[in-house]
């Protein structure tokens, strides 16, 4: 037994080396230039497709919710989503206030490269709402699908 | 029945399937080490950090346990590892139905809308820890996969 924990351990150091090296190689994990993962209460955030967001909004029976900058989001938006910079979260509680709870709220940012939708999401549970999404391909993928959007 | 469990033929088809069962999960979670950290942190038990950790050593891990067990490479620690493992996943999906989450496995798709944990789940883990610990304190260590394809010697000839 003695031998095989010996074996065992070599085993444990070979596979962290082949997870780094693999992960290192095809840029995920640690390597990856954007991490989803931002904190613990991220992990309840369910991140949906590009597709999945084109057919909620379709179904026009959610909230689009904005976190990028003031000048981003009066550059161009998804139609008919609002604006709530991830810095102005708290002047913009009483706003959100009177969204009922359950409102199905889609979060986005710039794309890929941004974290400000997943921290908006958190702050949305953090202060009760139950049905927080994340449109992780962002305003990029909206505006290069050619989607509704408005300035 | 003790011949019966240490027949040569049989040990070898357990480690084929115990093996071939640690290779598709590894595979599956190697192949996309986000998608498998969020399944670790859908569990409440570590951290970002720790999640992305196990995320990138336990896939890893479980390939090497399953190629090796199957070619017959290290097979006790490998029996060893695969017992520990199991004995893990089987505690942390007891752990989260105690807690009441209703969350996925992500022991062999990270779709968080399929394979949702339960007590077949447990089930399941028991069934395959019984077959591992049964490798473990086996006889048979030496049979490997070159082995046993080896054309064996004729003993008639004396």
């Given amino acids: 037994m003695r031998q095989a924990i010996l074996e065992a351990f070599i085993l444990i150091v070979a596979a962290i080396i082949l997870g780094v090296a693999y992960t290192f190689i095809t840029k995920q994990g640690f ?28 179904s026009n029976k959610a909230l689009f919710i904005d976190s990028r900058h003031e000048f981003d989001y009066q550059s161009g938006h998804i139609r008919g989503a609002v604006n709530i910079a991830l810095k102005m979260f708290d002047t913009h509680l009483t706003r959100l206030n009177k ?20 921290e908006m999401a958190v702050k949305l549970i953090e202060s009760g709402f139950t049905n927080v999404k994340v449109f992780f391909g962002g305003w990029q993928e909206w505006n290069s699908a050619k989607l509704p959007v408005e300035k | 029945m003790k011949s019966f469990l240490s027949n ?30 969020n399944s670790v942190l859908q569990y409440k038990v570590v951290g970002p ?11 890893s891990l479980e390939l090497l346990c399953g190629l090796s067990l199957i070619i017959g490479f290290y097979p006790r ?10 004995i893990g996943f089987t505690i942390l999906v007891a752990s989260a139905l105690i807690r009441g989450l209703d969350i996925s496995c992500g022991c062999f798709t990270q779709d968080p809308n399929t394979s949702k944990i339960g007590y077949q789940k447990i089930l ?35």
Avoid at chain 1, 31 to 53: L, Y
Avoid at chain 2, 49 to 59: Q, V
Avoid at chain 2, 77 to 86: F, H, Q, R
Wanted: glycine fraction near 4%; aromatic fraction near 10%; charged fraction near 15%.
């Fill in chain 1, 31 to 58: 390597f990856a230039k954007t991490q989803p993962i931002h904190s613990a209460a991220a992990s309840n955030i369910e991140m949906i497709p590009f597709a999945m967001a084109k057919d909620i909004f379709e």
């Fill in chain 1, 99 to 118: 969204i009922p709870k359950d409102k199905l709220l889609i979060v986005y940012c710039d794309g890929a490269e941004c974290n400000s939708s997943i």
């Fill in chain 2, 8 to 37: 040569t033929i049989l040990i070898f088809l357990v480690r084929i399937f115990l093996g071939g069962l640690f290779v598709v999960a590894g595979l599956d979670k190697i192949t996309d080490t986000q998608a498998f950290a």
């Fill in chain 2, 49 to 59: 950090t720790l999640a992305m950790c196990t995320a990138t050593i336990l896939p």
């Fill in chain 2, 77 to 86: 620690s490998c029996e060893l590892l695969m017992t520990i493992m199991l």
């Fill in chain 2, 124 to 158: 399941e883990n028991c069934g395959l820890i019984v077959l591992s610990v049964w490798l473990l304190f086996g006889q048979n260590q030496d049979i490997n996969l070159f082995q046993f394809f080896r054309k064996q010697p004729d003993k008639s000839i004396t």
